[in-house]
């Protein structure tokens, strides 16, 4: 196993350990799947769909 640095502008330590326990949660998928979240990440409509609770409910019931 390698251990990662990653650097965020989060200063309070409350929301980097929550910050950290996510980003261990992500750490075991591979490349190709974090690639698209990545890609996701970069469009304004797709953190506004996941943003808004309705739209979030819907999407989560669509893929699950």
Excluded: C, G, R
Aim: hydrophobic share 40%.
């Amino acid at each position: 196993m390698s251990t990662l640095s990653i650097k965020t502008k989060e200063t309070n330590p409350f929301k980097v350990q929550k910050k950290t326990k996510l980003i261990q949660e992500l750490a075991d998928l591979d490349n190709e799947v974090l690639e698209k979240l990545v890609e996701l990440k970069k469009s304004k409509k797709a953190i506004a769909m996941v943003t808004d609770p309705h739209s979030w409910q819907t999407i989560k019931e669509f893929i699950m």
